[in-house]
């Protein structure tokens, strides 16, 4: 199995696939949570925020193992998904800016 099967894996089963859900708009903002830091993510568009994804897609490789912890994630149903109030929005958001 290679490293990034094995972190795939460990992802998964660990439910470090967050979903974090906004209500009442419906808003959806997704987090892969890693070992020593966490990366946000639209598998819908296939972005992810890490550095491999970015250097990854400049030498034409498609994905990274977050998005695909994501995909197998949604296809297992072993997403954890967080409910917060819309109040919670822009609090949620400047604490992603602030991490990159």
Known sequence: MSDD??????IV????????????S???IWTVVGKSEEHWLDPEAEVC???SY???????KSTCYHLESAY???????????????EEYDDFISGIISDL
Do not use: M, W
């Open 54 to 60: 970015y250097f990854g897609r400049l030498s034409g």
């Open 5 to 10: 099967s094995q972190r795939i894996e460990s």
């Open 13 to 24: 089963s660990e439910k470090r696939v967050k979903l974090h859900f906004f209500k009442p």
């Open 72 to 86: 197998l994630a949604k296809k297992e149903n072993k997403i954890e998904t967080i409910i917060f109030s819309d």
């Open 26 to 28: 419906q808003r959806k």
């Open 49 to 51: 925020s890490c550095p």
